[in-house]
């Protein structure tokens, strides 16, 4: 577990670590310092000094710099000892089934099993919308077992990291992209390549908490996802998956273009070969180049 800044959170997630029906497990908690100052939080720090003492599964550690998400995980996985791992939220929620349903899936020979998951407010309470939500991610058209042409639903964006005990031998080889905070998919398509077998169990065993303070919810950097997997193989009968995938991107890839000063590469977009030509993009094109035109007149 990554953490940062928000103790009444990590809590909640240890103690439902704590509660799982599984015994054999390590807890790793990285504790990320402030951008600026460089120091951890002070409270949490105090938390984890005194938790540690009586539960001798927890190791945790201080990070060297503020890292944010992918970087912290990719420290955490070189941390790890178990055989197996999940990265979970520090803002999130096991159930006490999570890692021996999940194991189960390990168990039948996958490198990589996942689940459905709930999704749970900042107060703790399950939404309406984790059914939604599942139909969303194009979960609903996975089998129980393993799944065949997992690069399709990967393209999908189907396999939640949330939600997912994988192998660690995997976690340190392939590793996440640096400075990103939506990295998972990049991995589990250089996993699937290297042969990874997934499995999948529809029970929903996780809880994912949505809330204004959560990595993703300051905004997804979607314009380094976008470069990442622009050139990315994909196989011929999946690639119609990608092309989807991608087309669903480039909008969020232009915001954050403009948003970060670089607009030459926010119009170099509406030329690129995964741009939408189909008619009802043309009000989409010209409300774009005219977000672009008053930002440089803006930036001016």
């Known amino acids: 577990m990554p953490t940062y800044n928000r103790l009444n959170y990590l809590q909640e997630a240890y103690e439902s670590v704590k509660a799982t029906q599984f015994e054999k497990l390590e807890i790793i908690i990285s504790l990320d310092v402030h951008p600026v100052s460089g120091l951890p939080d002070k409270s949490i720090l105090r938390w984890l000094k005194k938790v540690s003492e009586f539960d001798r599964r927890i190791n945790f550690f201080i990070t060297p710099q503020n890292l944010g998400l992918s970087n912290n995980w990719n ?27 999940l194991y ?3 168990e039948a020979g996958a490198d990589i099993s996942f689940s459905n998951h709930y999704l749970i407010n900042e107060n703790g309470i399950r939404l309406t919308q984790s059914e939604q939500n599942t139909r969303r991610f194009n ?11 997992i690069e399709k639903y990967i393209w999908l964006n189907a396999v939640p990291i949330s939600a997912a005990l994988i192998k660690t031998e995997l976690l340190k080889e392939i ?5 990103m905070n939506t990295p998972e998919i990049v991995f589990f398509l250089k996993a699937a390549q290297k042969g990874a077998i997934f499995h999948f169990n529809s029970d929903y065993l996780v809880e994912y ?5 959560s990595a993703t919810s300051q905004g997804l950097f979607l314009e380094k996802l976008f470069e990442c997997l622009d050139d990315f193989s994909v196989t011929p009968a999946n690639e119609r998956y990608k092309i989807q995938f991608m087309q669903h991107l480039i909008g969020g890839a232009f915001h954050r273009y403009i948003k970060t000063g ?7 977009l509406f030329f690129h070969r995964y741009y939408p030509r189909r008619a009802n993009y043309i009000f989409s094109f010209v409300k774009q180049l005219f977000s672009l035109i008053y930002y440089k007149r803006k930036a001016l």
Request: proline content about 5%; cysteine-free.
């Open 75 to 101: 420290f955490i996985a070189e941390k790890a000892t178990g055989d197996y791992m999940m990265l979970l939220g520090d803002d999130d929620r096991l159930l006490p089934s999570t890692i021996l349903e």
């Open 104 to 106: 189960k899936g390990i």
């Open 139 to 149: 979960r609903y058209l996975l089998e129980n077992g393993i799944v065949h042409n």
């Open 175 to 179: 590793r996440f992209p640096p400075d």
């Open 209 to 213: 908490r949505v809330h204004s303070g």
């Open 262 to 268: 670089q607009r030459k590469k926010a119009l170099q």
